[in-house]
């Protein structure tokens, strides 16, 4: 067994054998939170209007003589957000529902017993990359080449949460190094996005909608609830010295931030008019 704030050998066992029902109720778990998304992300398709954001990329103007050129916006395209806010809702749904299926919930309960969910990561590397560019835009940043880099910022950050599940499969003692490198590259689109925010906020000429703020505000908490539940299940407080107590937390997060996000969103642009 695992002492307190310590990681395991590859060759060790983890813990003694965990109970088939824990399994069971892990898995219907699983397989409901999958459906609940699943149901949203049809609705969002369903219910959602046509509202789309731009898209917009810059190049060197013509140069005034004596004078550097400057950067010209353009407009490459529109983003609607409907699809891609039911997009995240569908791959975490997809996600849970395949970890639920009988030829997929044999490897995973292997690996819930080794305190690693391969899954998991690679499911919110794209789903929580896509809504922090949802954020952003919506924030105003609407310049693709910075919607692509906080895109793949975000996955580094979801990354090293892999990362730190593998590296302490080999360590006696918990190494923080990849969960740090990961807290560096999550907060660096959150920074972003607040300078594009405030600058939108304190010019008296706009008027941000109010649910803008609750976005910023209730989903920038989420993000840091995910890195507060790794802490707590690494350093093996109360419940938290259970895995699958953390795992479960992780679900619960998954589906509250997406939920919130795209209903969120949906109130504020995408409702019929």
Not at 2 to 8: A, F, I, N, R
Not at 65 to 89: I, K
Not at 186 to 214: C, M, R
Not at 254 to 270: E, I, M, R
Request: with cysteine; proline share 5%.
């Amino acid at each position: 067994m695992l002492s307190e704030g310590k990681g395991y050998t590859m060759d060790e066992e983890r813990e003694p054998q965990a109970p088939e029902q824990r399994f069971k109720r892990l898995r219907v778990f699983n397989l409901v939170t999958g459906l609940v998304l699943l149901v949203e992300a049809v609705l969002m398709l369903a219910l959602s209007n046509n509202y789309a954001l731009p898209v917009t990329t810059h190049y060197l103007g013509k140069a005034v003589p004596g004078s550097f050129p400057l950067p010209v916006a353009r407009q490459v395209g529109t983003l609607r957000l409907g699809p891609v806010v039911a997009a995240f809702l569908f791959i975490s749904a997809a996600a849970l529902l395949l970890i639920a299926s009988p030829g997929i919930f044999g490897w995973y309960r292997r690996k819930m017993l080794k305190h690693i969910n391969y899954a998991r990561w690679i499911e919110y590397a794209f789903s929580s990359s896509i809504m922090i560019v949802v954020i952003a835009m919506l924030a105003g940043m609407y310049d693709l080449s910075s919607l692509i880099l906080i895109f793949f910022l975000n996955m580094m950050m979801i990354l090293f949460g892999l990362m730190m599940e593998l590296h302490n499969q080999t360590t006696v003692k918990t190494n923080w190094t990849a969960f740090g490198f990961g807290c560096l590259a999550g907060i660096v689109p959150w920074v972003v996005i607040a300078l594009y925010f405030v600058s939108a906020a304190s010019n008296p000429a706009n008027k941000v909608p109010a649910f803008v703020y609750g976005i910023m505000i209730s989903i920038f908490i989420f993000f840091n609830i995910f890195a507060v539940n790794m802490v707590l299940q690494y350093k093996k407080v109360g419940p938290w010295r259970d895995y699958l107590f953390g795992e479960k937390v992780y679900i619960i997060l998954s589906l509250t931030a997406k939920s919130v996000l795209a209903w969120q969103v949906f109130a504020g642009t995408l409702r019929p008019k």
